[in-house]
């Protein structure tokens, strides 16, 4: 630490970036960066109201983008200032680094926590702005593009074979786009199942004329994506299938989170499941040559606590999911897991304990944006739970 401070104190090259509407429009700015004299790369910073970053270039060296932000370059002491608060206050915590090259807040104290919070979350789950995975698959802060046709994937045995159902909750709009684009990659034969609400219902005629065989259901908005989930799960959508593989918009906005940081998490789950055909391929394949194997969900969101490694992944959720153990016939131990975001692929005949609970119609109360501890948090506690409890094992999936 005291290395880089004393190497940026005597060379202050600190810049002020202040990201323009468009940028904060699309929540992240493009910027293109020559870290310590190496090869040039573009790197994406998150984008906020409220919220400057600073960059602090070393040896570095960085090419300003006058379209995407407002770029002002500190002089000597309040540069100095700058990196003394970073090496010796928590924001060294929130610091986004490529090379020599690095990147930090500067802003509110509320706004600049929230963003540590995040930096710190995304680099536990590995898919941190400035990790390889980011850096490799420059899609999970961009977006698929509608390159692929269904023409151009190749259908893989295993996903000829088994009856696949695809089940999509959308709550906000502005993703179909997306989801239209990746399933246009999906490899084979499957039947779409759509969940939308009021905010999301003028999508269904657009759904339709893509995929004229997709089954649309209005929701309330209750119960964010599990509530339609059990909804379809208990009136039979999914009776016909093999495997049916859940997926929704999350973005995770609420407590006033960074689109970016939601958007890339979202996008790594389904990097992970379903992105391309050679994904369903590898994932469909191991439920065909397995078959005691009940879901596969994304291995950098799993969340697991042990005997050896207690540590509590049900917070505020805890009563209601040991409530909802014991109905299903089988209580909770100290070995439980699930995956964060609640997207995985699934043998419907693993989520049976959870379908003869019948929750869909009775157990969710009306949306009121909590973060945590209602029915749908302490479900998607229980869905590895419950493929056990119905005696399937569970698996995880990553790209590297």
């Known amino acids: 630490m005291l290395a880089f401070f004393a190497r940026h104190l005597t060379q202050p090259h600190v810049w002020r970036i202040r990201p323009c509407a468009e940028a904060l429009r699309r929540g992240y700015v493009r910027l293109r960066i020559r870290p310590g004299g190496e090869a040039e ?59 020599d090259i690095v990147v930090f807040p500067e802003g509110g104290k509320r706004q600049t926590r929230r963003y540590r919070k995040q930096v710190e979350a995304s680099r536990q789950w590995g898919v941190s702005l400035d990790g390889a995975l980011v850096s490799a698959h420059p899609e999970l802060i961009e977006g698929w593009s509608d390159a692929a046709t269904p023409a151009q994937a190749a259908v893989g045995a295993a996903t000829r074979a ?36 009021p905010e999301s219902a003028a999508l269904g005629p657009r759904i339709a004329g893509i995929f004229p065989n997709a089954r649309v259901r209005m929701v309330e908005n209750r119960g964010r994506d599990v509530r339609p989930f059990l909804l379809m799960l208990e ?23 960074f689109a970016v940081f939601g958007d890339v998490m979202r996008r790594a789950a389904l990097l992970d499941l379903v992105a391309d055909a050679g994904r369903v391929e590898a994932i469909v394949g191991r439920f065909a040559t397995d078959p005691r194997l009940g879901l596969v969900g994304p291995r950098r969101f799993l969340s697991a606590s042990t ?35 609640t997207m995985f692929w699934a043998h419907p005949a693993a989520l049976e304990p959870l379908r003869r609970l019948g ?33 399937y094992t569970v698996a995880a999936a990553s790209v590297d």
């Open 235 to 257: 009136e039979g959508w999914f009776d016909s299938c093999d495997l049916v593989c859940k997926i929704h918009g999350k973005r995770s906005l609420g407590g006033g989170r």
């Open 307 to 341: 005997a050896e490694r207690p540590y509590d992944i049900f917070g505020p959720s805890r009563a209601t999911a040991e409530r909802l153990a014991c109905d299903i016939g089988s209580p909770l131990t100290d070995e439980v897991d699930f995956f964060e975001g």
């Open 41 to 99: 790369c573009d790197v994406r910073l998150p984008a906020a109201s409220g919220l400057d970053l600073l960059l602090s270039d070393g040896r570095g060296c960085v090419a300003p983008a006058p379209a995407e932000f407002a770029f002002e370059a500190l002089g000597a002491i309040r540069g100095g200032v700058a990196v003394a608060r970073l090496a010796f206050t928590s924001l060294r915590r929130a610091a986004l680094r490529f090379g």
């Open 162 to 197: 088994l009856r696949i159902a695809v089940a999509l909750h959308l709550y906000y709009p502005e993703l179909w786009s997306e989801f239209e684009s990746m399933l246009l990659r999906f490899g084979g034969p499957f039947a779409l199942c759509v969940s939308l609400t």
């Open 359 to 391: 929750l869909a119609e009775r157990g969710f109360a009306e949306e009121s944006g909590r973060l945590d501890g209602a029915t749908e948090h302490a479900v998607e506690r229980l869905f590895n739970h419950a493929a056990r409890a119905a005696g």
